[in-house]
């Protein structure tokens, strides 16, 4: 197949992803003399740290996305092919995608992170993840397809794993997904099921290490794991969760929680794309890469956002997953292609961390910015609804969002409860974006020279 892509005479910078880091990437380079292709597999920008309301029914699906074409509109020197791109050949510049071939002068590769199952073959096969809008939609049919099937058992221990929740992972993810369960939990699910005795249905949030919200201030953890005994949340710390069989989450040989709903929010790895050199691949599959966000061991070939594993004086464990990191490599990095298209040496990438926040349910947030500056509650609250709704992609969507939100907060409730295409799990197809690579040590090796600009490619 041909990718049909117009022949030029200027670099072609290839961008594989239009997640934070791609999108933001691919705007700055608008004006540059380059052409810019974009490819993702999805036809949609997903602003994922919103994701867990469209799973538990406060927002649309269509409302924390936004499609690439109408983001790009305008852009001449772009160009958008949905493709999921399945092999690099660094030796030609070529990459291979279902819908053919790409070769490319400049490849930036934001591919973003999956969800690491830590090779736990009965989780991964049982448990339900987060990372993209039909994950999300699946977890909000399959949690309202539980309740339903509650409601027809009339063995009690087949009802209570029915009702139980349990989340695994006591990051941002999984304090917002248990928050926004418990808050359902209370003023949603007594309308709708009244016939269930939901003193009954209890949520766990299971985390491995010794505090909720891991990363961040001891303050906002210890708020956190408050907001969590208030609304009823089971916190159990430094408790893993090994294995999941017929309806039951071990947290050792013998011990479990009786439970049909298990949510997988534990880690993510990198969403590595097979064919550069191993020694460029962390264990956790991101990728090597220097202060300019260049590959280990190449020459043309960088990465952004989560994929991208760079280590700072401040941060010898690498740079957070996260949206700004994202985002700031990705306005780096068009500057440094243009130096470099100048003839220019590319300078190093220097992270400004603005602080981070967790939202836990109505008028509960927890806020941590530089300077030690810590606070939470109702005003916590409303920076987080605040920012997010400033970052969400598309006015519609803002709008959309921000009347969902209002519909909630006055009404206690979530209107989106709907199960419109059920959850089968036999339906789950092999996720595209699976990883073929071997987990590998990282050898780190950073250039020492600015990459070559190279001749321009056709086709
Ligand atoms: C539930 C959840 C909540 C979060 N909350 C927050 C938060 O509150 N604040 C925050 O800062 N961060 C948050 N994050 C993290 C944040 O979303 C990521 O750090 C950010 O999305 C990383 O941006 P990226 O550009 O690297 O990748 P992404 O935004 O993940 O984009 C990757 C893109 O690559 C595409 N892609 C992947 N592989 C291929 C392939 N082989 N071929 C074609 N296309 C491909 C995908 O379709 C996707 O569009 C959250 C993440 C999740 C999952």
Request: charged letters at 20%.
């Amino acid at each position: 197949m041909d990718t049909n892509l117009p022949v030029t005479d200027k670099p072609r910078v290839v961008i594989v992803g239009c997640g934070f880091g791609g999108l933001r990437l691919a705007q700055a380079l608008r004006k540059a003399p380059v052409q810019v292709v974009v490819v993702d597999r999805n036809n949609y920008h997903n602003f994922q740290p919103l994701l867990y309301q469209v799973a538990t029914g406060a927002l649309e699906a269509d409302s924390i996305a936004y499609p690439i074409r109408k983001i790009f509109a305008g852009q001449a020197n772009l160009f958008y092919r949905m493709a999921d791109v399945e092999r690099i050949d660094p030796a030609t510049n070529t990459l291979t995608t279902n819908v053919g071939d790409i070769r490319y002068n400049h490849l930036v590769l934001a591919t973003g992170s999956l969800t690491n199952f830590f090779g736990l073959e009965s989780i991964e096969r049982n448990a339900m993840q987060i990372k993209s809008i039909p994950n999300a939609l699946n977890l909000r049919s399959f949690i309202f397809q539980n309740f339903e099937k509650a409601l027809l058992t009339s063995d009690p221990a087949e009802r209570q794993a029915l009702l139980n929740i349990v989340v695994v992972g006591g990051g941002p993810t999984g304090v917002e997904i248990s928050g926004s369960l418990a808050e359902m939990r209370r003023h949603v699910l007594p309308k709708d099921y009244p016939e269930l005795d939901l003193q009954t249905m209890q949520i766990f949030l299971v985390e491995a290490g010794p505090a909720l919200l891991g990363p961040m201030s001891p303050a906002s953890q210890t708020d956190a794991k408050r907001y969590m005994d208030e609304l009823g949340v089971q916190v159990r710390l430094n408790t893993a969760i090994k294995g999941y069989e017929q309806g039951r989450a071990y947290y050792s040989d013998s011990e479990f929680i009786p439970t049909a709903n298990l949510v997988w929010a534990a880690g993510v790895n990198g969403a590595e794309v097979p064919g550069l050199p191993t020694t460029a691949v962390t264990r956790n599959k991101r990728l090597t890469v220097n202060q300019w966000n260049l590959v280990a061991g190449q020459t043309n070939v960088f990465a952004i956002g989560d994929l991208a594993h760079m280590v700072t004086d401040d941060m010898p464990q690498g740079l957070p997953m996260l949206a700004p990191v994202a985002q700031q490599q990705a306005d780096h990095l068009a500057a440094n292609l243009l130096r470099l298209l100048r003839g220019e040496s590319p300078r190093d990438f220097v992270y400004n961390n603005k602080g981070s926040m967790a939202i836990v349910s109505r008028n509960k947030a927890v806020v941590d910015l530089p300077g030690n500056i810590h606070f939470r509650g109702f005003f916590g609250w409303l920076t987080w609804l605040f920012v997010h709704l400033l970052t969400l992609v598309g006015f519609r969507n803002k709008v959309v969002a921000l009347v969902d939100w209002a519909f909630s907060y006055f009404n206690s409730d979530q209107a989106l409860r709907l199960i419109i295409r059920p959850f089968r799990r036999e339906d789950i197809q092999e996720d595209p974006g699976k990883q073929h690579a071997e987990h590998l040590t990282a050898t780190p090796e950073y250039m020492a020279t600015p990459p070559a600009i190279q001749t321009p490619v056709n086709g």
